[in-house]
């Protein structure tokens, strides 16, 4: 019943157009971005901030459903290996030039090099082997085989000013002599550690932009940001955490928004070694690896309580999880439900994969990465001692953590993806798909499943242009590699904002933060 | 003099050479700044790149190596995280925390100094008596707490001061600092408070604790007994027996003030260099961290020198010489 409601309030799309009120805005931050070059560093802080001075030719909504954005059509030409896209006329950067077919080649260009970016966007653009300007608003995307997710990768790419940027480097972006786009807001400061401030673009193409200006500040402990909230300081925060949400809900100086994310909080398992690191016999001697039999896999999952886990650990804020994304986004699967708790069931299979005196584990998980995430993993270390593995948790800092998991050294640990371009082949493909560094799949398939059918399904999805085939290659995936419990999906998680009252948000489940979805009340 | 400031600045190079080698080491040991900072669904081609980019792919005695090349150039290298030169974001974000120490350690003096003078001089009177009892409070509150406290009532309740962050910077003398500027002071109060609160403890116990001391000496006897006037004896000859170990704490904790104000400025937002470095230590961002302990290395080594000239001038018997020379 929860969770219907969570969606319901994460799936509320129209809006009457208000007018336009002479407000500022002040936002908090929990993550600090690292610039504002839109193409330094793919990181959600990064991308949300630049949204709102730069857009992607195509945007993602509150649901990460696709939308126009400076294209007003696009599609694959009668050639699979050739994307048109239709781009906007009217549309001007913020020092009043034309925006044109230029930019967009010019940015395919810059955005997978920037000097030392630590992260970079060239996993979005790699497929594209040549940009060709057919007109001023016309460009097309020529690729060595068919990539249906054309319209996905490159609604994550911001399109820059050619006649601003050209050789531009990221500190000229975050001096703001490089920061010209398109978006409905304009640089005006950037101050690293203190501040980013925008302001209200008159010339913006779409609907005139609610704020007057925008300023966000990074504000990591999460105290002082519901502090901030509560003393007006600030308007917008993000991240409230959940043991503060009950008592916020009930102050009538602010109000709580909340949205299912894409943000699956699973368990990985080592399904591949034949002796794997930290499980032992209870006497501690070494065990043949019982992970790689999908029965024992499938006891830890049914041993799982998610209902409990949810209600008592993340205090109600979050949704049990069957599959990688909630309901509701694409290649999502409509037969999975989420694995109810039998813990009978599950000794059971135990017993019949030669387990019945169970065994002794290690399970492994960040500290502070995602929303209660030791708690988390001590609920489901008890759940599993209950079925008879004698489990001890470990908890590391982030720091290490993941370095460390990448490495293997693991045999059990609590992760969370998002899914950035917001449907099924981005888990699937991340986290299930056979290791194969070079080709890009399996890239952080830390328990090193693999699943030959589960595989050749993804690989078909991965080159089929139709959705709907798409859709139903993609579910059918998952479908067979949850079966196979290639790994223990636990719950979604579901975000939280607060705002000072008279405002509202529209909670987006790629977790970001704009200035853009806030509102006024009337 | 020359002498002693020569082997100072001597032992001090060794300092920082040490803290160099020791904190590559550490950091590489711990991980790949590169696993933390990489977008997770990226190929292993991608991440390959990064880590080149970044030259982390290079041994570590190579890394080091040009390392110590480019600091003889005077450069630290390129932040991992923001790609701006690592010593210029340190150096951007020491005056934001310089005014915070430096308000919160006025505060303390202010507040310290003449408290623990009446603590001291009256012991057993209950000014004397409440004074001890509110330092113990100072002491053992959580530092964090209190700062949450203190957001709590005058932020959220009284809604009087700002609940964080740092105040539009005003200009004197062509300097700027919000130090200059009421917004600026307004931002300023309660993080310093929040700084000031265990210093200000300090002070007052170790004021006390010498004037109870320099208050049994013959010559404060013999001045008494001269018929100098109390404010006298206590203004001149007490506070200049009892202002060497004062200065010397003073001195040790304006550098801590410096080097771990982190806590107040997590609490409150604050834009300085704790909170850059308890950062930078999360990412793992060795240019950053490097750049940070540089400083604040060479900021003790600065007040250090500083105190033991002050010494001399308070003391004339002390002599600034290596006892071993």
């Known amino acids: 019943m929860r969770s219907r409601l969570l969606m319901a309030s994460a799936f509320v799309v129209s809006f009457a157009a208000a007018p336009a009120a002479a407000e500022d805005l002040t936002i908090a931050l929990a993550s600090e971005p690292t610039s504002v070059d839109p193409h330094y560093h793919n990181l959600t802080p990064n991308n949300a901030l630049t949204r709102h001075i730069f857009e992607p030719l195509i945007k993602q909504d509150e649901n990460q459903s696709l939308e126009p954005g400076l294209a007003t059509e696009w599609g694959v030409t009668d050639d699979p290996l050739v994307w048109e896209f239709k781009l906007r006329e009217d549309v001007t950067f913020h020092d009043g030039t034309p925006f044109t077919a230029e930019d967009v080649a010019f940015t395919i260009e810059r955005a997978p090099d920037v000097p030392n970016s630590p992260s970079s966007f060239s996993l979005y653009i790699n497929d594209i082997s040549e940009v060709e300007i057919v007109d001023d608003h016309t460009v097309r995307f020529h690729t060595e085989e068919p990539v249906p997710l054309m319209a996905n990768n490159l609604s994550t790419i911001a399109i820059i000013s050619k006649k601003n940027a050209e050789g531009a480097s990221t500190e000229d972006f975050n001096s703001g002599e490089a920061t010209v786009g398109t978006g409905p807001y304009q640089f005006a400061s950037y101050t690293p550690g203190e501040e980013v401030e925008m302001e209200a673009y008159d010339g913006y193409w779409g609907d005139e932009p609610q704020w007057d200006s925008l300023t966000f500040r990074p504000i990591t402990s999460a105290s002082a940001r519901v502090a901030g909230l509560l003393s007006g300081d600030i308007d917008v925060v993000e991240a409230v955490p959940t043991n503060d949400v009950a008592s916020l809900e009930e102050n009538e100086d602010v109000s709580i928004w909340q949205g299912i994310s894409n943000r699956v909080i699973y368990i990985h398992l080592d399904s591949d070694r034949e002796v794997t690191p930290q499980i032992t016999a209870k006497d501690g001697s070494e065990i043949e690896n019982p992970l790689r039999d999908s029965r024992v896999r499938k006891a830890l999952s049914l041993a799982l309580d998610r209902e409990s886990i949810v209600e008592d650990v993340m205090e109600g804020i979050a949704i049990p999880a069957g599959q990688l994304l909630p309901e509701g986004f694409f290649g999502v699967s409509e037969d999975i439900e989420v694995p109810e708790y039998q813990p009978e069931r599950a000794k059971e299979l135990l017993a019949e994969a030669g387990y019945e005196d169970g065994f002794k584990m290690t399970v492994h998980g960040p500290a502070g990465r995602y929303i209660n995430d030791e708690q988390v993993l001590q609920a489901a270390a008890q759940m599993w001692s209950r079925i008879g593995i004698e489990t001890e948790v470990e908890t590391i800092p982030v720091s290490v953590y993941f370095g460390r998991a990448s490495d293997l050294e693991f045999s059990v640990m609590l992760v969370g993806w998002g899914a950035g371009s917001g449907e099924a082949s981005s888990p699937l493909r991340a986290l299930l798909a056979t290791y194969e560094p070079d080709a890009g799949f399996g890239a952080t398939n830390r328990g090193r499943y693999s699943n030959e059918e589960m595989d050749s399904l993804l690989k078909e999805a991965l080159v089929t242009v139709d959705n709907d085939k798409r859709q139903d290659l993609l579910a059918e995936a998952t479908e067979i590699a949850m079966e196979d419990v290639g790994l223990i999906p636990v719950h979604f998680q579901v975000n939280t904002w607060g705002t000072r009252d008279g405002l509202k948000y529209i909670p987006r489940t790629d977790e970001y933060t704009l200035g853009t979805s806030v509102r006024p009340t009337d | ?325």
């Open chain 2, 1 to 325: 003099m020359t002498v002693f400031i020569i082997r100072r600045l001597l032992q001090s190079f060794f300092v920082l050479v040490a803290m160099t080698v020791i904190v590559f080491v550490a950091v590489y040991a711990i991980g790949n700044p590169v696993d933390i900072l990489i977008a997770p669904d990226a190929t292993q081609a991608e991440r390959t790149a990064a880590i080149a980019r970044l030259g982390l792919d290079q041994p570590l005695h190579q890394q080091y190596i040009s390392f110590v090349g480019n600091l003889l150039q005077g450069d630290v290298g390129r932040s991992f995280v923001f790609n701006v030169p690592a010593f210029t974001l340190v150096l951007s974000r020491l005056p934001a925390t310089l005014e915070l120490a430096l308000f919160a350690l006025s505060l303390s003096i202010l507040i310290g100094i003449p408290l623990g003078l009446w603590a001291g001089l009256k012991p057993q009177s209950i000014a004397g008596h409440s004074i001890m009892v509110g330092s113990i409070f100072g002491f053992s509150l959580p530092n964090f707490w209190q700062g949450l406290m203190l957001i709590l009532l005058f932020a959220v309740l009284l809604g009087w001061l700002p609940s964080g962050g740092r105040g539009e910077p005003g200009e004197f003398l062509g300097m700027q600092s919000t130090l200059f500027s009421l917004d600026g002071w307004s931002h300023l109060i309660l993080p310093s408070i929040n700084l000031a609160l265990f210093k200000t403890a300090l002070i007052i116990r170790l004021t006390r604790a010498s004037v109870l001391e320099a208050i049994q000496l013959d010559f404060v006897k013999f001045a008494r007994a001269k018929g100098l006037r109390e404010g006298r004896i206590v203004g001149v000859h007490i506070l200049k027996v009892i202002m060497i170990p004062v200065i010397t704490i003073i001195g040790l904790e304006f550098g801590t003030l410096i080097a771990f104000a982190v806590v107040t400025e997590t609490v409150f937002a604050w834009p300085g260099i704790g909170k850059l470095i308890i950062d930078s230590i999360f990412v793992l961002d060795r240019p950053v961290i490097v750049s940070y302990l540089i400083v604040i290395v060479l900021t003790f080594i600065t007040i250090n020198l500083i105190v033991d000239v002050l010494y001399s001038v308070f003391d004339p018997r002390v002599r600034l010489q290596d006892l071993g020379a």
